[in-house]
């Protein structure tokens, strides 16, 4: 065997992976305020529909489950995590009808003075 010292080169990543920054974190591994008072987690987003709708699904079937395996506690946590997001998808959902609402009474608004105008 030789004395000499074998040198690798560096490989360049092809499977794409990209290391974290932890922007989110601070190196004690606590998340951050974005100043508004929401801590930033990157769990995907929670304001569409679509993914607090699937959630739900999932801690309804979390809930039977635990049910079925005889976990009661375990049961109800997940009721009430699935009992939020039902909260938080029916206040996604009443908010662009409540932007409808408000759309469309407002040309009626401006008819109402324009005709109010004319008299």
Same mark, same amino acid.
Request: no cysteine; hydrophobic share 20%.
């Given at each position: 065997m030789s004395d000499?010292?074998?040198?690798f080169?560096?490989?360049p990543?092809r $499977?794409g992976?990209?290391p974290r =920054?932890?922007? @989110?974190?601070n *190196? $004690?591994?606590h998340?951050?305020? =974005?100043g508004n @008072?929401?801590? *930033?987690r990157n769990n995907?987003?929670?304001?569409n529909p679509?993914n607090?709708?699937k959630?739900v699904?999932?801690?309804?079937q979390?809930a039977k489950?635990?049910?079925i395996?005889?976990?009661?506690?375990?049961?109800?946590n997940?009721l009430?995590?699935?009992?939020?997001?039902?909260?938080r998808?029916?206040?996604?959902?009443?908010?662009p009808k409540?932007k409808?609402?408000?759309?469309t009474?407002?040309?009626?608004?401006?008819?109402q003075?324009?005709?109010?105008?004319?008299k």
């Amino acid at each position: 065997m030789s004395d000499h010292k074998r040198r690798f080169r560096p490989r360049p990543q092809r $499977n794409g992976f990209r290391p974290r =920054n932890n922007s @989110g974190q601070n *190196s $004690n591994g606590h998340f951050q305020s =974005n100043g508004n @008072g929401n801590v *930033s987690r990157n769990n995907g987003s929670m304001t569409n529909p679509f993914n607090v709708e699937k959630t739900v699904q999932k801690y309804q079937q979390l809930a039977k489950d635990a049910l079925i395996s005889g976990e009661t506690v375990l049961h109800e946590n997940y009721l009430q995590h699935a009992e939020h997001f039902n909260r938080r998808l029916t206040e996604l959902n009443v908010k662009p009808k409540e932007k409808k609402i408000e759309n469309t009474s407002s040309p009626d608004s401006s008819k109402q003075q324009l005709i109010e105008k004319k008299k």
